[in-house]
Structures are given as structure tokens and as C-alpha cells.
């Protein structure tokens, strides 16, 4: 069985533009939460879907939002970047909300490079 | 702010010894601790967790003991083995599940 996919692996952009970064979940779960990983640090919570609603929010800026669409597959958006949001950003899945009964998933990540 | 933190940034054990990792939290609230590994190019792979309730969890190679009271756990994997050495990253939630929280992690090396 296929895992977590995300798409693209890696991407360069320059400062102030959009960058859309998607994710597939394992096949029959339904909650993608997305992660920020910044060199040296560990992955910083964004944001938790679950049947394409928003179930958890982390502290980052209204520049960054996602969305889940009907088969569960996941859009992150990042407006306006900059040099600091260059970073790996993580998906991951689970089969209801994330939590003790629901291991997470993770994705390889996609790297993020803002120049 | 950061709610968990693992202070040691890397640890270099020799094969069939144990490796003992550290993760330190603040937030009173959290209930659910859980340890995931990393190796380059992939994404965290979930290892074992521990529930309030209990002080101890084990799986084979890996223990994890919680201390609540000093807000403290840690991860004992032995003996270790090549394959182990990845990066280790402790997280927590609280009872509400919505959010995790990891701490920076520990890029263990075994060594032959």
C-alpha cells in the first residue's frame, strides 16, 4: 500500500510570491495535518483537517492556509512568502483525528527553498 | 515558546550499549507523549508512546518511562544497534488531540 505522497519534493521560490503544496493521504483515512520543519528544529503543528473541516490550528499567520478536499487529499498555501518560511513541510495522515488512537502518517516532506 | 524540549542535540553510543534519550515539557496539560524517529530524506516514523496514566511503556528494543511530577520522559533503547541511528524526536498533546508538539530532537549515532 502506498503511503503519504507529497508533491513537489522540492521548490524554489522568491520572496512575495504563492506556493500551493499538496498531499495525498494513505489510502482510507480521513485527517491530513500539516507540519513546518525549519533546520534544527522539529516539526511545528499548522494545521489538522478532518472530513474537510479545520480541526486544530497552530500559531502561524493568516498567510498560510490549506484545505481537504472529498477524497481527503490536502492543499497547503503560503502567500506572500518569505526568506523564513523556507523549510520542510510535512503531511501527515491518520484515520480519524490525530491523537492516541490514530497514529500519525508522515510524508517525506516537501522542501521549500525562498530566495 | 518552546513546550518540549530535548537538550541534548546529538549522542554517540557504542553498539549493544544503551542509548538513553531525554525529552523535557512545561505544559501541565499534556497526557499523550509519543517518540519518532527520522532518517534523512523521510518523513518522522512513529516508534512508541506513552499515555499519563502509565510511567512505563515498553516494545521490544524500546522502554519509555514517564516522571510526571519532574515533567520528564525518556526514551531507553537497548542494546542498540547501526540501525538505530536516526534523529529522535519526543512530542506531547493534550486531551483534546488537535495539536502535537515536538521537541527539536536528538540525532543519535551508534557506532560498530
Known amino acids: 500500500d502506498a503511503g503519504v505522497t507529497q508533491s513537489p519534493t522540492h521548490l524554489i521560490k522568491t520572496r512575495g510570491q504563492q506556493v500551493t503544496l499538496r498531499c495525498s493521504p494513505i489510502?482510507?483515512?480521513?485527517?491530513v495535518s500539516w507540519y513546518q520543519q525549519v533546520l534544527g528544529q522539529g516539526p511545528q503543528f499548522i494545521f489538522q483537517?478532518?472530513?474537510?473541516?479545520?480541526?486544530g490550528r497552530g500559531n502561524f499567520p493568516d498567510r498560510f492556509s490549506a484545505r481537504q478536499f472529498p477524497n481527503y487529499s490536502s492543499e497547503l498555501n503560503v502567500n506572500a512568502l518569505l526568506l523564513g518560511d523556507s523549510a520542510l513541510y510535512l503531511c501527515?495522515?491518520?484515520?480519524?483525528?490525530?491523537?492516541?488512537?490514530?497514529?500519525?502518517?508522515f510524508g517525506p516532506g516537501t522542501r521549500l527553498t525562498v530566495l | 515558546d518552546q513546550q518540549v524540549k530535548q537538550n541534548s542535540p546529538s549522542l554517540s553510543v557504542q553498539e549493544g550499549r544503551i542509548s538513553i534519550l531525554n525529552c523535557d515539557y512545561t505544559?501541565?496539560?499534556?497526557?499523550?507523549f509519543l517518540w519518532y524517529k527520522k532518517y534523512p530524506a523521510e518523513g518522522p516514523t512513529f516508534l512508541i508512546s506513552?499515555?499519563?496514566?502509565?510511567d512505563k511503556n515498553e516494545d521490544g528494543r524500546f522502554t519509555v518511562f514517564l516522571n510526571k511530577s519532574a515533567k520528564h520522559l525518556s526514551l531507553h533503547i537497548v542494546p542498540s544497534q547501526p540501525g538505530d541511528s536516526a534523529v529522535y524526536f519526543c512530542?506531547?498533546?493534550?486531551?483534546?488531540?488537535?495539536?502535537?508538539?515536538f521537541g527539536t530532537g536528538t540525532s543519535l549515532t551508534v557506532i560498530p
Open positions: 501527515a495522515s491518520s484515520l480519524s483525528l490525530a491523537g492516541r488512537y490514530n497514529e500519525q502518517f
Open positions: 506513552i499515555s499519563s496514566i502509565k
Open positions: 505544559n501541565s496539560m499534556f497526557d499523550y
Open positions: 489510502s482510507g483515512h480521513k485527517s
Open positions: 483537517y478532518y472530513e474537510k473541516e479545520e480541526r
Open positions: 512530542a506531547a498533546s493534550d486531551n483534546t488531540g488537535n495539536q502535537f508538539y
